[in-house]
């Protein structure tokens, strides 16, 4: 009988620390705490990343990569490379620290939020401008290994680098500044320094956008110089 009653004593020992080694890790306040401020910290980084894009948050959730217990510790900084911005979930460290011990953590955050994006609504063809006859905006959700939109007010200003499908979100790999200035166009150009202020005209030896810098002939002289593009058919001497 004293034999029985000791092998149902130890296995009631072996099946408690079983459940204990099995058992969930209580969440402290502290670690509710330490998730609130990096689910702070991440939010901000995506309302920041994509705030020109009208960004909204349905839901986000953060939470150690492994069970730990965070009792005690403090958070110290938060290591998250902006490429987790073309993700809606991914992994990323948290340095945390109690007393002189430091402790480097990994974090897994998932999110669900969406943000408006310039699609085509019909096939845009290499070279042909971004206006509102050939694109809209709609709404995407931020998904996996996603590339920018392009920004949306560039309708007028921009035109397709490459071919873009109709129904294609419009990247900023996918665009380029509209050319404003032909090859061949007379273009007033103007140079000022100190009191020295002159105007001539020139003609565009090629094809610019605004900001860029095209090689043009003097129409006074035939003197090649290089001209930058200020607007339609104005430059500056450079």
């Not at 992994?91 to 994006?117: G, P």
Request: aromatic residues 10%.
């Amino acid at each position: 009988m004293r034999i029985l009653f000791f092998l149902l004593f130890f296995n009631f020992i072996f099946a408690e620390a079983i459940l204990d080694n099995n058992a969930t890790i209580p969440v402290s306040q502290n670690q509710k705490a330490i998730i609130s401020q990096i689910e702070s910290f991440i939010k901000n980084k995506f309302i920041e990343a994509y705030k020109p894009y009208n960004i909204v948050i349905h839901n986000i959730e953060i939470s150690p990569a492994i069970p730990i217990n965070l009792n005690k510790l403090k958070l110290d900084k938060i290591i998250f490379d902006d490429k987790l911005l073309r993700r809606e979930s991914g992994n990323f460290e948290v340095h945390l620290y109690h007393n002189q011990k430091r402790q480097n953590i990994f974090f897994s955050f998932n999110i669900n939020a969406s943000i408006d994006a310039l699609s085509a609504s019909s096939n845009i063809k290499t070279g042909e401008v971004i206006t509102n006859n050939n694109s809209n905006i709609t709404q995407i959700h931020i998904d996996k290994n996603m590339q920018f939109p392009a920004s949306l007010n560039i309708v007028d200003e921009y035109s397709a680098k490459s071919f873009i499908p109709s129904g294609a979100i419009i990247t900023k790999a996918k665009i380029t500044p509209k050319i404003i200035v032909q090859k061949g166009d007379i273009v007033e150009v103007f140079y000022s320094d100190d009191n020295i202020n002159i105007t001539f005209n020139a003609e565009a030896l090629k094809s610019g956008a605004i900001g860029e810098i095209i090689k043009a002939q003097s129409l006074q002289g035939d003197r090649v110089v290089n001209i930058k593009i200020l607007g339609v058919k104005k430059a500056e001497l450079q």
